[in-house]
Nanobody, 122 residues
Framework: QVQLLESGGGLVQPGGSLRLSCAAS????????MGWYRQAPGKQRELVAV???????NYSDSVKGRFTISRDNAKKTVYLQMRSLKPEDTAVYYC????????????????WGQGTQVTVSS
């Protein structure tokens, strides 16, 4: 019913930048939350940044000041601008969205993208 298509991952040197994009499509009535999580090998998935429809933005402490999340509501797209990348930022980055579906009332549904690999290495 809802698809999240991520793009923008890749290999970058330490100190470099990347921008991730995630476009949502499907029977979406309203997007409540869009955000990014990441999972490094051998570690649990962790929050990177989230942007709620109410305008609240939260970042993990490890990325504050380096990463910026933004949304284009008309395009149902969320971006993650990543700067000053470090080797410890290497992970699979997942887009997450919590939405209301058309014709499904006020129940909120949770969706994940397939993930995009970000590798920071010299």
């Amino acid at each position: 019913q809802v698809q999240l298509l991520e793009s923008g991952g890749g290999l970058v040197q330490p100190g470099g930048s990347l921008r991730l994009s995630c476009a949502a499509s499907g029977s979406i009535f309203r997007i409540n939350v869009m955000g990014w999580y990441r999972q490094a090998p051998g570690k649990q998935r962790e929050l990177v940044a989230v942007d709620t429809s109410g305008g609240t933005i939260n970042y993990s402490d490890s990325v504050k000041g380096r990463f910026t999340i933004s949304r284009d509501n008309a395009k149902k797209t969320v971006y993650l601008q990543m700067r000053s990348l470090k080797p410890e930022d290497t992970a699979v980055y997942y887009c997450n969205s919590k939405v209301l579906l058309t014709g499904r009332g006020l129940s909120e549904y949770d969706y994940w993208g397939q993930g995009t690999q970000v590798t920071v290495s010299s």
